[in-house]
Every structure is written in structure tokens, then in C-alpha cells.
């Protein structure tokens, strides 16, 4: 090779090396995780439902990864949704419990979170749907008709248009970013909830002005906003408030500004449905198609979301290079407080499949849930993954993906499972603890429950709660249904299950 030649080919070696960053930056792939609301491990076609169909999330299973051992942190939402956006179990801080609609923001400011951990990587970063984990500084009242921070841009979201709280509590309004949308200031906003605010007709006062009635062992009966009664008493800010069936339109074309607006440049977006919560009053193109009443109309709204979300991938060229995961935050109910005939109607479905109990158990059905990642540019043939994962460890498989490096107290319970979510590793996490009411610890095949006096059933929602005054250990592998309690039997293993799971407690971090 000649003088003239080397310096060629030095100088298109340096040219490339210049470009490294960039090019690899657009070979990022997009992510986005679309969490479903109280949505069981057999609700959708590609779990086992046959009642009806869910062409659209069948689809991503039909070209990913579907776990059949995924789980969310805990058996309610705002403890699952703390879990995935810092890494760190929830009840390793006070107040992550299932949140008012006027709590303060419950994620620390000062640890670094997922999305923060992808704007980082040069990601655009996205919450659109259901937030639950407060808004505002702890000790202050939350003001709806000011500046509302911190909130989700003060923890790593450069967009967010959110519903507050859950469906069923005040304030039913949007806010986008730092506002609440389409707010009258001539009509401001109040929330309370110890006492009755305003005028506004109540469900308990008012209950024929319901479109559908409340379960009175449940309350649900304050303020009534689009004819139906919520959780919490809410005055003013009529413009602003919501209908319920036009929700899933709203946030869907939210998230397809989004796509649309970044699909130049690698973008995150936790797409937080509001489907299948109640209450359930979806779409009129959707009520009354699924012969299963709300619930499962519900069903079929999601299904269509993800359908949407999809095509604007496609129609954008997007859909190669853009990582889906689907799960959902717990497990099923159907009476969650509105009487919206999903028990009666519910036939012979099992909205959790094989797993006893539900929303709110420690059985398997609290948080064993469905979990899917496609991927079409890394994951070229689709598999079912039977390994052991939970959504706790988005964020360092997220982190190795975008090659962010994790320091010391963030994400302390996260584990890398980047391998096991594109189909590339069958290593199971060597455990993982959930929780319903007490912790429970998987460990290879057996689960641990640790003893707790709390009632058995909850009869309000009709589910087992799985607790026990004594230890639980079940072999939930040949004994899905959790029927068998191995706990005297095998008293080395359920030993060794419990220590592992005050070790891992003390511990402040699984690391
Ligand atoms: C419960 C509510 C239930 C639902 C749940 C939160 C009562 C009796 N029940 O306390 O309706 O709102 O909280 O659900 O108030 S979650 O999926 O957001 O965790
Ligand atoms: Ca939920």
C-alpha cells in the first residue's frame, strides 16, 4: 500500500470514528412501554381468553418475546409504577402505597430514574396516561389552578400529559406538563377529600343522575363527573374535566404526536392506559362489542390503542427499531366499586388464568401478569420465555441497552435482564420479591409468603388475599393454583426463603 493510499484509508477510518456517535445514536432504538390498568394474566387472547380477541397485542407476541413468568413489583398500581420508573422496590419507602388523588409526588428527586437514565442517553422521554404517583411537595396542598411540580418533569419526563390519580378519583382532568388543560381560571379547581366541596351533585346524594351505580360496600359515591360518582369531592374547572369515553382517543393521539414529533431521535414513552380500570366506560365503538359487558369492552379498547400505536410506527418507518414491552400494572378485579355487571357477565372467562386471587394477593394472580417485547430489528423469531423477570428491572436492562452506566443507590433492586428480554438468555433471576399485602420471594420454583393476620378474602371485590397467620410456600410451578402448602414439609426451604427475603430487606438494595 502506498504513502496516498494509508492516508486515504486513515482518513475514512477517522471520518467514521467522527461519526460513530452519531450513527449510533439514531441506532438506538425507540422504547416504549405500554402498562395496562388492572389488566389479569389471562385477559388477552395470546394468555389464554377466549371470549373475545386481541388481534393487536396478539401481534406483538406473534413477533417477540412472551414471558410467561413476568411480574409486576406489587399487587396495585401506584406501588408497580414506583417500581418500574426508579428501580427500587416500593416498600423500601413509607407512602407508596395505592395513592389519593391530591397526594404528594412520591418519587425521590435526588435519585436518578428511568427516564432521567434515558434522557442521559439522548433519549426524548414521554409519560402519556395514567400517572398515581402525586404531584406537588409532601406537606403542602396540591393548588390545581397554578404551576403543578414537582411532578413528572421534575423526574426525568421532557412531556407529559397525564391523568392525575386513577379513573375513579378527583381531580378527572388532564394536565399537560404543568397545567391542567383547558382550565377556566374564572372557575378554579378545588379537591378535597376528607369533606364535601362546592355544590356539585354526589353519587350518595344523587344517585339518579348515575350512568352506572356504585357498590355501597365500596364508596365511589362523591362528586359525580360525566355521570359517574368518584373517589374524593371536586368543584369547578368544568371545562377541564374529562369524559371517560373519549379518554383512550385522547392519550392515543397524544402518544402519536409524540412518535410523530421525535421520530428522528431515539424517544421513550410510558404509555399508561387507563384500560381496564373502573370504571369502565369506554368508546361508544367499543361498548357492547364484546358480549362481556364494560370489562370487557375495555378489553377491546386497549387492544385497539395498541393497534394505533403500532400503525403509526409503521406508517412512520418507525417499527423496526422501536422496542414495544406490554404488561400491566396488577392483577384482575372485576367489582373494584361500580357495578358494571363484570361478574355477571364474565362467564366462564378467567381473567387470571390459571393463578388464585387477584388485584390485591399475594397469590399469583396479584402480580404475575402478562409481559411481551417486540423488537423486530434484534428479536427475529418469536419465542415464549419462561424465565424469571419482573418489571423492576426495566431500568438496568434499559440502562445496558442505551450503555448508561448505573451508580451507586439508584436502581438498587434492578437487575440487567437485557438478554432475557430480546430472547437471548433463558437465566431466570436468581428471586424476586413481590408483593401483595406481606412480601412474598420466588426462588426457582417455589414461592415464600411471609405470615400476616390480614383477613382472607376480600369480600367487597370477592378475591383471596393469600394471607396466613403461618408461612406459605407453595411450588407454583407444579402447583399453579397455589393449593398445597408446603411450608412444615419442607421447613429447610421455606427457612432459607424467608432469610433470603429479610437479607435482601435489611440490605436497602438487592445488590
Ligand atoms: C382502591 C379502590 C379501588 C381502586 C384502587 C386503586 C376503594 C374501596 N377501592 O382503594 O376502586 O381505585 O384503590 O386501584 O376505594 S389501582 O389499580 O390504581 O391500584
Ligand atoms: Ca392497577
Same mark, same amino acid.
Given at each position: 500500500?502506498?504513502?496516498?493510499?494509508?492516508?486515504?484509508?486513515?482518513?475514512?477510518?477517522?471520518?467514521?470514528?467522527?461519526?460513530?456517535?452519531?450513527?449510533?445514536?439514531?441506532?438506538?432504538?425507540?422504547?416504549?412501554?405500554?402498562?395496562?390498568?388492572?389488566?389479569?394474566?389471562?385477559?388477552?387472547?395470546?394468555?389464554?381468553?377466549?371470549?373475545?380477541?386481541?388481534?393487536?397485542?396478539?401481534?406483538?407476541?406473534?413477533?417477540?418475546?412472551?414471558?410467561?413468568?413476568?411480574?409486576?413489583?406489587?399487587?396495585?398500581?401506584?406501588?408497580?409504577?414506583?417500581?418500574?420508573?426508579?428501580?427500587?422496590?416500593?416498600?423500601?419507602?413509607?407512602?407508596?402505597?395505592?395513592?389519593?388523588?391530591?397526594?404528594?409526588?412520591?418519587?425521590?428527586?435526588?435519585?436518578?430514574?428511568?427516564?432521567?437514565?434515558?434522557?442521559?442517553?439522548?433519549?426524548?422521554?414521554?409519560?402519556?396516561?395514567?400517572?398515581?404517583?402525586?404531584?406537588?411537595?409532601?406537606?403542602?396542598?396540591?393548588?390545581?389552578?397554578?404551576?403543578?411540580?414537582?411532578?413528572?418533569? /421534575?423526574?426525568?419526563?421532557?412531556?407529559?400529559?397525564?391523568?392525575?390519580?386513577?379513573?375513579?378519583?378527583?381531580?378527572?382532568?388532564?394536565?399537560?406538563?404543568?397545567?391542567?388543560?383547558?382550565?377556566?381560571?374564572?372557575?378554579?379547581?378545588?379537591?378535597?377529600?376528607?369533606?364535601?366541596?362546592?355544590?356539585?351533585?354526589?353519587?350518595? /346524594?344523587?344517585?339518579?343522575?348515575?350512568?352506572?351505580?356504585?357498590?355501597?360496600?365500596?364508596?365511589?359515591?362523591?362528586?359525580?363527573?360525566?355521570?359517574?360518582?368518584?373517589?374524593?369531592?371536586?368543584?369547578?374547572?368544568?371545562?377541564?374535566?374529562?369524559?371517560? /369515553?373519549?379518554?383512550?382517543?385522547?392519550?392515543?393521539?397524544?402518544?402519536?404526536?409524540?412518535?410523530?414529533?421525535?421520530?428522528?431521535?431515539?424517544?421513550?414513552?410510558?404509555?399508561?392506559?387507563?384500560?381496564?380500570?373502573?370504571?369502565?366506560?369506554?368508546?361508544?365503538?367499543?361498548?357492547?362489542?364484546?358480549?362481556?359487558?364494560?370489562?370487557?369492552?375495555?378489553?377491546?379498547?386497549?387492544?385497539?390503542?395498541?393497534?394505533?400505536?403500532?400503525?403509526?410506527?409503521?406508517?412512520?418507518?418507525?417499527?423496526?427499531?422501536?422496542?414495544?414491552?406490554?404488561?400491566?400494572?396488577?392483577?384482575?378485579?372485576?367489582?373494584?366499586?361500580?357495578?358494571?355487571?363484570?361478574?355477571?357477565?364474565?362467564?366462564?372467562?378467567?381473567?387470571?388464568?390459571?393463578?388464585?386471587?387477584?388485584?390485591?394477593?399475594?397469590?399469583?394472580?396479584?402480580?404475575?401478569?402478562?409481559?411481551?417485547?417486540?423488537?423486530?430489528?434484534?428479536?427475529?423469531?418469536?419465542?415464549?420465555?419462561?424465565?424469571?423477570?419482573?418489571?423492576?428491572?426495566?431500568?438496568?436492562?434499559?440502562?445496558?441497552?442505551?450503555?448508561?452506566?448505573?451508580?451507586?443507590?439508584?436502581?438498587?433492586?434492578?437487575?440487567?435482564?437485557?438478554?432475557?428480554?430480546?430472547?437471548?438468555?433463558?437465566?431466570?433471576?436468581?428471586?424476586?420479591?413481590?408483593?401483595?399485602?406481606?412480601?412474598?420471594?420466588?426462588?426457582?420454583?417455589?414461592?415464600?409468603?411471609?405470615?400476616?393476620?390480614?383477613?382472607?378474602?376480600?369480600?367487597?371485590?370477592?378475591?383471596?388475599?393469600?394471607?396466613?397467620?403461618?408461612?406459605?410456600?407453595?411450588?407454583?410451578?407444579?402447583?399453579?393454583?397455589?393449593?398445597?402448602?408446603?411450608?412444615?414439609?419442607?421447613?429447610?426451604?421455606?427457612?432459607?426463603?424467608?432469610?433470603?427475603?429479610?437479607?435482601?430487606?435489611?440490605?436497602?438494595?438487592?445488590?
Amino acid at each position: 500500500m502506498n504513502m496516498k493510499k494509508i492516508r486515504m484509508l486513515a482518513a475514512a477510518l477517522c471520518c467514521t470514528a467522527a461519526l460513530g456517535n452519531h450513527a449510533y445514536a439514531q441506532q438506538k432504538p425507540n422504547i416504549i412501554v405500554i402498562y395496562a390498568d388492572d389488566l389479569g394474566y389471562g385477559d388477552i387472547s395470546c394468555y389464554g381468553m377466549k371470549k373475545i380477541h386481541t388481534p393487536n397485542i396478539d401481534k406483538l407476541a406473534q413477533q417477540g418475546v412472551k414471558f410467561t413468568n413476568g411480574y409486576a413489583t406489587s399487587a396495585t398500581c401506584t406501588p408497580s409504577r414506583y417500581g418500574i420508573l426508579t428501580g427500587r422496590y416500593p416498600w423500601r419507602q413509607k407512602n407508596t402505597g395505592i395513592a389519593p388523588g391530591d397526594a404528594p409526588l412520591i418519587i425521590p428527586t435526588d435519585h436518578k430514574t428511568l427516564p432521567a437514565m434515558l434522557q442521559d442517553a439522548g433519549y426524548k422521554t414521554a409519560v402519556i396516561g395514567k400517572w398515581h404517583l402525586g404531584i406537588g411537595t409532601t406537606g403542602t396542598t396540591t393548588d390545581w389552578n397554578t404551576e403543578l411540580k414537582p411532578g413528572p418533569l /421534575e423526574i426525568g419526563f421532557n412531556y407529559a400529559f397525564i391523568m392525575p390519580a386513577t379513573l375513579d378519583r378527583v381531580p378527572c382532568v388532564f394536565v399537560e406538563n404543568h397545567h391542567v388543560v383547558n382550565l377556566d381560571p374564572k372557575d378554579p379547581i378545588t379537591v378535597n377529600y376528607s369533606h364535601k366541596v362546592g355544590n356539585d351533585p354526589t353519587g350518595k /346524594e344523587n344517585p339518579e343522575k348515575l350512568r352506572m351505580r356504585t357498590d355501597p360496600r365500596q364508596g365511589h359515591d362523591q362528586t359525580i363527573i360525566d355521570s359517574i360518582s368518584r373517589i374524593g369531592w371536586m368543584t369547578g374547572g368544568n371545562s377541564a374535566r374529562w369524559k371517560d /369515553e373519549n379518554i383512550a382517543g385522547i392519550i392515543t393521539q397524544k402518544a402519536i404526536n409524540f412518535i410523530g414529533e421525535n421520530k428522528s431521535q431515539p424517544f421513550f414513552i410510558y404509555f399508561a392506559s387507563g384500560d381496564i380500570h373502573v370504571p369502565r366506560y369506554p368508546n361508544s365503538q367499543f361498548r357492547g362489542k364484546s358480549g362481556m359487558g364494560l370489562r370487557g369492552d375495555a378489553i377491546l379498547q386497549l387492544d385497539w390503542t395498541v393497534g394505533q400505536l403500532t400503525h403509526a410506527l409503521d406508517s412512520l418507518g418507525l417499527t423496526q427499531n422501536t422496542m414495544i414491552v406490554f404488561s400491566s400494572d396488577n392483577g384482575p378485579v372485576l367489582n373494584d366499586g361500580y357495578l358494571d355487571q363484570a361478574a355477571e357477565l364474565v362467564g366462564n372467562h378467567k381473567p387470571a388464568g390459571p393463578l388464585r386471587g387477584g388485584k390485591y394477593s399475594s397469590f399469583e394472580a396479584g402480580a404475575r401478569v402478562p409481559l411481551i417485547v417486540k423488537w423486530p430489528a434484534t428479536i427475529k423469531k418469536p419465542q415464549v420465555s419462561d424465565v424469571l423477570i419482573g418489571q423492576i428491572d426495566f431500568f438496568a436492562s434499559f440502562a445496558k441497552l442505551t450503555h448508561q452506566n448505573i451508580h451507586d443507590g439508584d436502581a438498587p433492586d434492578s437487575f440487567d435482564m437485557l438478554a432475557q428480554l430480546i430472547g437471548k438468555s433463558q437465566q431466570s433471576r436468581p428471586y424476586l420479591i413481590t408483593q401483595g399485602g406481606p412480601l412474598s420471594i420466588i426462588m426457582g420454583d417455589y414461592k415464600y409468603i411471609t405470615p400476616s393476620n390480614g383477613r382472607k378474602l376480600a369480600e367487597d371485590v370477592n378475591i383471596e388475599l393469600g394471607n396466613d397467620p403461618q408461612p406459605q410456600l407453595y411450588n407454583i410451578k407444579k402447583d399453579i393454583f397455589e393449593t398445597k402448602n408446603l411450608a412444615t414439609s419442607d421447613t429447610s426451604r421455606t427457612n432459607i426463603m424467608a432469610a433470603k427475603l429479610a437479607a435482601v430487606k435489611s440490605a436497602n438494595s438487592s445488590k
